[in-house]
């Protein structure tokens, strides 16, 4: 029959839709990072993905309410969440009395921006968050959990070599007020957020035009390109003479974050402190983090947080420092699937497929099926009728290691075929065998 | 500091927020819904929650059209999904060639429907739905796997007794035809449906005023009155007499479903034949299911489905028979938890705090904390400076039910002291011993 289309049946643009193989893939990612999550004993968190318009939109600037997917049911003004954080803020404000501090929650759903649809962006797209919040207080040693938690989960999700670059937002501001430069503070950040994209020539340039003589230019260009580990950068910065409070505290803390990220086992190839790294300007007070795999710098960071001041200004008068991170998962897995990183396996959940050559084997298969499943092993039975071939076809397609075929000769013998689909081998096993086999 | 309100922090009427220990068990519920659906080798399915306006609307009626959350994006009319049934029938449809048949997904997502905010109504929910559908063609084994799943996932989360209830739409519609009632079926439909709920002189009084002959009346009530064993149920339609031919194809399907469903191994209590059962009039078209709790009938069913002919006409040309279920996770979680048949545990997901006494044994502790975790053993550690009163008081706070402290004792002797916070009793253990004790 021809597949007519009747409705355009197509994802819309800037949504990700995948197949079975795919799917399973991300489903296994996501798993792995919310156990890491939880090994760390972070608390899954389900907000809403319907707020208060009122809500999302009180500290948001122009871009976000650009983006923002914003509706009325009734009287309500509703809106889509951007991100997981204000959601987290609205949660903590109303919960208060509720919660016990510091609060530690992981959350991993789909937040929306409706952006200009390109390749890479998407409107719908899972973060995979976590965050600590205390009440009126949140010491340093947080940060540098947060930092042990990101690495973990790299690890655990297997990905090729990474570096978690450190740094802290007050060394650039007190550098920047200790060459006079404060009142230029935003535009010389958005500057320098870009510096690994553009060359040195050009963000020099780029100083020079927002009105920095040579000195302070080369100055800056000097400060940022700092990196490298922890106690050489620190050295370095120590050295530059530089006399101002706001980045005495921004050396002080790092040096305490540094230490503290020792003790959590980091190897030490696997972090450094790099100053460029800026993130989010309004939102960051302290600690700043991205991630980057060090042999594919072009995806840019896959995971990027920091430490802020307070939480929910706009919700409660209660002061609520956090120390936070995002996996920008969608992207990083489709970006991850283009580059061949990781690759799509089988189609199937199921770890055997049994085969019943026809309906008077289906009751073995289904007791069979019945004792796989209390052994924890995932099992499709084919049981739709058909020739032997398109079962066999049809296991192909699924994907499945393994295959179990049940015929007259197994039923009549008491014993079944155990088929390796890679190998092409067959053998004859017993129900303790194929456990055995499969677990 | 006083808590004062900026800005209106509660949730959304219709919307339900959970605090973290009934967020672990509502997220325990939802991961043993997964996995048995995965046991039985169904794929794991992940489509936008945003929708074009015109997929979601092609065949829904008046209701969803009042309900349905609709905006408009750029050009783009789109709509929240209302069910996972519409979007799966666009993915099918779209993906028809790259998936292979029948496709087993299952798919547990929020779903939205602007309803009138009542008690027990939720405007964003979970489902977590199956649905096997075939090419062209789907034996009738499948409904009856899908009533093996339910079972499964109903013993699984430990319910308390449940039945789940089968009927074939065709042995009514048969029926009705036979009488002559075929034009009023739509509403013979309507008043049977909710026959739970009302009189059975309550239902006669309707099935009167809609027309019905007393005569009529009583041997519809009659009908649907048939519920028992499927052998019992299917000696009593057979004898019934009724002359027409989809009320036999109702006979025969049911008494096939029924064969499959005893080779599934499901004890005999776990289901019974009952006429009454209606369900979704528009959409079934064979097989159809609901499930309750024996001593809670007022929660009323707690997982529907049913067979259908065609799964997305309005898609695509191919004709693509199907059978499913849903379980409304966030009604039935919320009844469950109402009526105290589910209680909330710890609020943390860590099986074990850890508590150094002072900043000394934070090094102790992390390696401790590594270490259990490689064990697979999720922990906390307490690292924010505070007294020891507080820690504990602060373990107590996140339910764990076992604590470990490190003090100056503890470093010194190369132990750890393991405190059990349901007994009290606490005991030095090696490392070895814990890791023993909490895996």
Known sequence: MPNEKKINTKVLPGFLELLPAEQLLFERMKAIIADTYESFGFIPLDTPAIERAEVLLAKAGGETEKQIYRFSKGENDLALRFDLTVPLARYVSEHLNDLSFPFRRYHIAKVYRGERSQKGRYREFYQCDIDIIGRGRLGLVNDAEVLAVAYETFNNLGLPPFAISISNRQLLSGFLENLGLSSLAVDVLRIVDKVEKVSPEATKEALLDLGLEEKQARALIGFISLRGAGSEVLGKLKGLGVENKTFARGVAELEEVLCYVAAFGLPAAAYQVDLSIARGLDYYTGTVYETKLLDHPEIGSICSGGRYDNLAENYTSQALPGVGLSIGLTRLFSQLLDLGIVKAGAASPA???????????????????????????????????????????????????????????????????????????????SEKELIVALS
């Open 351 to 429: 770890q055997v497929i049994i085969i019943p050559f026809a309906e008077a084997m289906n009751d073995r298969a289904l007791t069979l099926a019945r004792t796989l499943r209390l052994a924890k092993i995932k099992n499709e039975t084919l049981l739709e009728e058909g020739k032997i071939k398109e079962k066999l076809s049809l296991a192909a397609k699924r994907g499945a290691r393994f295959v179990v075929i049940i015929g007259e000769d197994e039923l009549a013998g008491d014993f079944l075929t155990l088929k390796d689909m890679e190998s092409g081998v067959q053998r004859s096993v």
